[in-house]
């Protein structure tokens, strides 16, 4: 029997989750190579700015696989709805049965990308935080603020966004988290404040430029998700001390890399993939003048950890 | 907000539908290139000899579009499962919300299936038949028959299979539909008496060979939908008067016609799609000497034309 739950109790469930631990340790499967993960399955809908991207795989010990059905419409917000929707599905590796539908509406992939976020700032960010700097006004702008707040102390916030009013809607949300927030027009000046930037646009033009990024700057840039989407200019890449991804096969396809790495401004072998630097955290940052980058263009076994841990958490109830 | 149908829901409604019909419109759709297919996503799990298939796609001027997973774990009988389990999904083209989930457990995918061996029956079978032949005794094998009773009176039928029990409780099953059963030990002979023949086999060594086929024959190769799979020497597609295709794109890379371009013994010149045949009858059998074959692997159309008219009807009620 199929077992489908919705929004409102995947929501609830995932009030006790430690979900920035969930994703960390799938990061490290991913790294140690445990994890088989097919390639990306996507249709695009350009009338009206649409994609779906289908992400799936399974971790080769565990008993479930998961497959997550994404889609981003862009010009939904004009019709009054949400942009995102989608479902994650869990289906037994030993037979093929399908046994939980979790329809969480985009959700659960906003909340992994979020906590991604996280973990790329506990293990690359300097030591002294004294201003987070968001780049873009939309969903993730908030969430990358909020599962922040669980890796830092540090709630000095600037925002900015190319949209006045999403800049200042945003900015208000992230204060009432507990932020001191500042909307900065000036990009440069939002960079050279911030000891952890996060990228968050579907920019497909270079945003941040290699003059405004100062040392002891980490970058964690999670916007660009597909081959053309691109917010970081390669140069920083080049002079980044660490580039680092959530997944090196993807992210040569994929993302801020993928960008660089076709203009030759980043060689394949300084990529080093997140999860090798939870293993081993001395190739992670080992000083505070350091420029890191981590490129994040999404994972499946973010979304096969947050479906198990949600899944798990709701058949016990 | 979505809808959950399940599986007792979704055979009621399959009832009161031509399926036949419905996967012959949407075979003209997709030899009209207005149907927007992505590669087929594809995990295995040698270890339980389970794949899982993801297909998808659109029909450029609908409303919604549809992913269907579909899983086969060809061990689940010795544990007294089902060895297809899945469901399809239907979303909206204009928006990507997720309008309904239909846990069809399979069933779908099966009635799609026997429906489109149906349509090559109808547009490539000889006027005369005087014998059904089935290859296999699985699921495939009891609806292949089925859904044939809707497009030809022949009801005598011959089947073969490598088990014995298989085979019997197979033909038993079939003899409730109302056939004349005979269960062959001897394929050659099947192949002889028949003038529809029906692969449904997961074999991966060649079955029906030149010698056994005579003038006047038409097969159906419906097992075959990977590019390791095979039923039909490819001598029989040499020299066969017609080899068609659910989809061209798909049949070069998986199924019969893939294995005999691979040697040299089709050419793609000589390959024509279903579709183009229900749009032009002239383009299929046009005396009962020849032989014709349709391969078929399953095309995401087949999904998008039976997700559509079910959910149709079931959102009505």
Known sequence: MTEVFKINEILEALEGIDVIA???EG???LSQGKVDIPPIGEMLFPKVNGELHIKYGAIE???DFVVKLATGFFENPKLGLNPFSGCMLVFSQKTGQLSSVLLEEGELTNHR??????VAAKYLAPKEIDMIGIVGTGVQARLQALYLQRVTDCRNLMI???DKDKTLSAAEDIRSMGYDVKPEKNLAALCGASQIIVTTTPSTEPLIELEMVRPGTHITAMGSDTSEKCEIAPDVLKVADIVA?????????RGEI???LRVNKCDRDKLIELGSIILNPSMGRVNDNQITIADLSGVAIQDIMIAKAVTKKLRKK
């Open 22 to 24: 969930v994703i960390a």
């Open 27 to 29: 990061f490290k499967a």
């Open 61 to 63: 010990s565990d008993d």
């Open 113 to 118: 990308t979020a906590a991604a976020g996280a």
């Open 160 to 162: 900015w966004g190319r």
């Open 245 to 253: 991804a959530d997944s090196i096969d993807q992210a040569v396809k």
């Open 258 to 260: 993928s960008q660089a």
